[in-house]
């Protein structure tokens, strides 16, 4: 099958097809450390994990996926100058949250996280570039700063399908160095009161990189001079994608071939962010609700839609992993899974393909724990093994699968889970043997003190499986 995509660039669905056999190269704007995370920033996080796993799953490709960290800007310049502490370490520490933060949800380190700080030397060299082809100027006001001379460059707004006349001014530096007021920074001349080491030299004079240039750049660096897919939250395409792809082919490069963009998570249909004071930060927010359960959350409506946030939300979302957690201890085999059952239903990979349908995909997951357990129900081991076997690969595919040791809260949780596994089948052992010397009241005694310890136990033909019990 063929996976599709929805273009930005191209307001349609495409086939996705790879600029190189057998590989793919995303990139995704990640986030600038100013303040702890809240669950919004992790949306593009989980959903475009999600789309690493597939093309690496379901299409055999190897992914080279980059997630840049904007670790200087004037936020961070400005937070940290109120808080008193040098603003590298300002930002650091909100990296190390952030990073922190799409572990506890099990999003995968990408490939490469460069820090637009470690790369200004590319950053200086596209900019030369630029200034070269006539597509940037430096202002004759001895400001440092460097500009995008939009007008100079017919396909400016083709991304966002807009015209240049119609399009707002650019309010990232003073106007008065600049040809026209929609010009926007490559780069931002050193003031009065920043900090030195927040600049660098450059053949325009000491400063710091634009927003837009730092991941032109990176992306230069680490995926080529032309990629597969740039994926970022719906409020970049306009300016900050714009005008990456902008810059980027006005400097002769081919830059993305896809470009996609995730909803936000609202409260009260409004974009969640600090501004607005709606936000729920992580490390809050994961006092009370399971990491698991928050990434299946995440990835509950498509990536493209808005996720209205409610207090019944998260609950909603721990209920249904307890489903497929509960369905899997219930049918998991007492040994090490050798079947052969097609492990992906084909409904799962079409939902995946069709522009990464995750609820499509995981209304299959739940029909197959739905019929898994009928099948324990009317003792079909044959059915249940097969079921489980598929509900394993699915959750492996989006991420969600409870039996993961990433899900433990820790080394010791792992061990406890490790020794109870033993004592329960040593249990089950002794059980069988009564049973099978028909001493069956010795064998209800055994089950009837593991469901006092909370343990379910379900008999099938290859033997007795236990789970712990559905919380109520």
Sequence with gaps: MTLRLYDTATAAVRDFVPL???????????ATVQAPPHIGHLRSGVAFDVLARWLEVGHGLRVTFVRNVTDVDDKILAKSAEAGVPWWAWAYTHEQAFTAAYDAV?????????????HVTEMVELMEALVERGHAYAPADGSGDVYFDVRSFPEY??????RLDDMADAGDADPRGKRDPRDFALWKGAKAGEPETASWPTP???????????????ARRYLGDAFDIHAGGLDLRFPHHENEQAQSRAAGLGFASYWL????????????????????????????TRPIALRYYLGSAHYRSALEHSETSLAEADAAVTRIETFLRRARPSGPWTGCFPLLPEAFRAA???DLNVP??????????????????????EAALAAWAQVVEMTKVLGINPLDPQWSTGAQDTAALTALDALVQHQLTARA??????????????????????????DSPDGARWALAERS
């Design 352 to 354: 995946l393909d069709d």
């Design 157 to 162: 707004g083709a991304l966002t399908h807009q």
């Design 204 to 218: 325009f004079g000491r400063g710091r990189p634009g927003w837009h240039l730092e991941c032109s750049a990176m």
């Design 20 to 30: 190189r056999a057998g590989e793919a190269g995303i990139y995704l704007c990640g």
């Design 360 to 381: 499509g995909a995981l209304a299959v997951v739940h029909e197959t724990v739905r019929a898994g357990n009928t099948a324990l129900d009317a003792r079909d081991g």
């Design 106 to 118: 099990g999003v995968r380190r990408p490939t490469y996280e460069p820090r637009a700080t470690g």
């Design 261 to 288: 963009h995730n909803g936000w998570v609202t409260m009260g249909g409004e974009k969640m962010s600090k501004s607005l004071g709606n936000s729920l930060v992580v490390s809050t927010v994961l006092e009370t």
């Design 433 to 458: 043997k009564a049973r099978a010397d028909k001493d069956f009241a010795a064998a209800d005694a055994v089950r009837d003190a593991l469901a006092a310890a909370g343990i379910t136990v379900q």
